[in-house]
């Protein structure tokens, strides 16, 4: 499943959320759960955020099994002025992308 997920944080929870996905990713870079590869982009705002998400077949995959993304998620609305849209991915074309 191919997912890009995207929200719009209240300026005062940036660094509290920067936090929180470096806790994530030093947990999956240590772990390293097979089937998933995740990326995560600031826009030019700095309150908005857009996240890439692949897993083997259909749902979260490994990633709901990770505490430090569980904490990061936990909290997500909160952070939020504009709450977490997910949308699925369709490959349509792609030139260097798996």
Do not use: W
């Amino acid at each position: 499943m191919r997912v890009m997920i995207r929200y719009k944080l209240k300026p005062d929870q940036v660094e509290r959320n920067l936090e929180l996905l470096r806790e994530a990713y030093e947990e999956m870079n240590a772990l390293r759960p097979p089937g998933l590869r995740h990326a995560s982009y600031q826009l030019d705002d700095k309150v908005t955020f857009v996240d890439f998400v692949v897993t083997e077949g259909r749902g979260a995959g490994p990633l709901g099994l990770l505490p430090a993304f569980g904490r990061f998620r936990s909290t997500l609305d909160a952070r939020c002025v504009e709450p977490p849209v997910l949308i699925e991915l369709h490959d349509a074309g792609s030139y260097g992308f798996e």
